[in-house]
């Protein structure tokens, strides 16, 4: 069974701080890595696709993947109260080209 | 922004009913999929439909399942004989090319009772 694993969390930082949120996954070949935000009783909401070993930033976002400990990272600088959500991370499993999903870490940014 | 547009927004129906969800893709996305989270549960891949045909289903995507594009904008989940655990978000995803994220429309409640 391929699967994506997430600590389920909460995990709680204060507004400002760095949030990091990881990811592993069992599949030596997947190709693609996608970081969604959702937030209680909506969609997931792309925010971060990385497809290479490294870093990849996006503003306030960087994703962090490593294929060796196949290992996906998600960190969120300057945190604030708004970026409080569920973080989904998703895979794309070797194979295919659908995307597999971790059941989320929640994240909760205190004032 | 284009967006991926989900309707109902919320459905409820008598179990062994049949349901059909509708999705309105993004206009110049090639894939298209159906997921679905059931409550305090992950985001569970149905079927993925790629040139007017489905291209990759899971164990869930049984006979009960059926999807169609009836025309050039449209993508249709129909479920037949619903049953209690099909209660469910449902949610309908676009993307323009293989491998890329997806956008997600704003999800159907689907609740049997």
């Known amino acids: 069974q391929k699967e994506v694993e997430q600590n389920s969390g909460p995990l709680s930082v204060p507004e400002g701080a760095i949030a990091s949120l990881n990811c592993t996954y069992s599949d030596r070949g997947s190709q693609s890595f996608f970081w969604y935000r959702q937030y209680s009783g909506k969609s997931p909401e792309l925010i971060m696709s990385?497809?290479?070993?490294g870093d990849k930033e996006d503003g306030r976002f960087t994703a962090q993947l490593n294929k060796a400990s196949q290992y996906v990272s998600l960190l969120i600088r300057d945190s604030q109260p708004s970026d409080s959500a569920t973080y989904l991370c998703?895979?794309?499993?070797?194979?295919?080209?659908?995307?597999?999903f971790g059941k989320g870490t929640m994240l909760l940014v205190s004032p | 922004e284009p967006e991926v547009t989900q309707t109902p927004s919320h459905q409820v129906t008598q179990m062994g009913q049949e349901v059909i969800l509708r999705c309105v893709p993004i206009?110049?996305?090639?894939?298209f999929y159906w997921y679905r989270q059931i409550l305090g549960q992950k985001v569970e891949f149905l079927v993925s439909f790629y040139n007017n045909e489905i291209s990759e289903k899971s164990e869930i995507f049984d006979d009960q399942f059926s999807v169609e594009r009836p025309d050039g904008s449209n993508f249709t989940l129909k479920i037949r004989s619903t049953k209690l655990e099909d209660s469910a978000m449902y949610f309908c995803a676009s993307s323009r090319r293989d491998r890329d994220g997806y956008t997600f429309g704003s999800g159907t409640r689907l609740t049997v009772v």
């Open positions: 998703a895979v794309g499993l070797s194979g295919y080209s659908t995307l597999t």
């Open positions: 990385i497809y290479s070993n």
């Open positions: 206009s110049n996305h090639l894939y």
